[in-house]
C-alpha cells in the first residue's frame, strides 16, 4: 500500500513538471503557472520522500503517517531512531546532514519555498550537490546547480535523484 504512494506521488511530481515547461515569451501569468507547478512538483516529491521512508521502515498504515514531522529532516530522524540499525535510512540521514547534498536542497526549499524562486529568476547555487546512486554510496555527479539556470532544471534533478536512490534501496532491499 505505501509503494503505491511512493509511486503515486513520483508520477505527480512528473505531471507537474510538464506542466512547468517554459513556453516562448512567457508573460506573468505564464511564469505564476510554472513556478506554481513547480511548487507542487516540490511538495509531490517530499511527500513520496516521506511514504518511502515509512516504506523502508516497514510502516504499512497509511493512517499512521499523518502523526509524523512535516519536514524530510525530522521524519528521516524519526524513523532512524525507530529502526537504528537500517542502512538505508543511515543513507538518508547522511544525504540530509551533507550540506551539498541534493536532499540537503530539497530540504532548504521545502523549508523556504521562496528560495525557487531565485532559481527562475536564474540565480543558482554556487556549488555541486552530492547525489547518491547506491544503498552505500555517496558520490559527486552531474547534479550541478551551477549550471542549472532554472527551477525546471533544478527540480528535474531533485526527482531523477529522489528516483534513482529509491529505486536502488528497493532493489537492495528485495535482495536482502
Known amino acids: 500500500m505505501i509503494s503505491t ?5 513520483l508520477a505527480f511530481v512528473r505531471v507537474q513538471l510538464r506542466t512547468a515547461e517554459p513556453t516562448p515569451d512567457p508573460d ?3 511564469r505564476l503557472r510554472q513556478h506554481a507547478a513547480l511548487d507542487a512538483a ?3 516529491l517530499h511527500k513520496a520522500i516521506v511514504f518511502f521512508l515509512a516504506e523502508l521502515s516497514g510502516e504499512s498504515k497509511p493512517e499512521k503517517l499523518l502523526a509524523l514531522p512535516e519536514n524530510i529532516g525530522s ?9 537504528p540499525h537500517s542502512k538505508e535510512l543511515q543513507e538518508w540521514q547522511k ?12 530540504i532548504s526549499l521545502e523549508r523556504d519555498p521562496q528560495r525557487l524562486g531565485s532559481f527562475l529568476n536564474g540565480n543558482a547555487l554556487s556549488q555541486p550537490v552530492q547525489t547518491s546512486a547506491t544503498p552505500s554510496l555517496i558520490a559527486s555527479t552531474s547534479l550541478d546547480t551551477r549550471n542549472n539556470t532554472d527551477g525546471l532544471s533544478m527540480v528535474k534533478g531533485l526527482l531523477s535523484e529522489a528516483q534513482s536512490l529509491i529505486d536502488a534501496q528497493r ?6
Open 95 to 106: 544525504l540530509s546532514s551533507q550540506t551539498d547534498s541534493w536532499l540537503s536542497l530539497l
Open 171 to 176: 532493489i537492495h532491499c528485495a535482495e536482502e
Open 75 to 83: 521524519v528521516i530522524a524519526y524513523f532512524c531512531v525507530a529502526h
Open 28 to 30: 506573468i501569468e505564464q
Open 5 to 9: 504512494l511512493v509511486n503515486q506521488r
Open 42 to 44: 516540490i511538495l509531490q
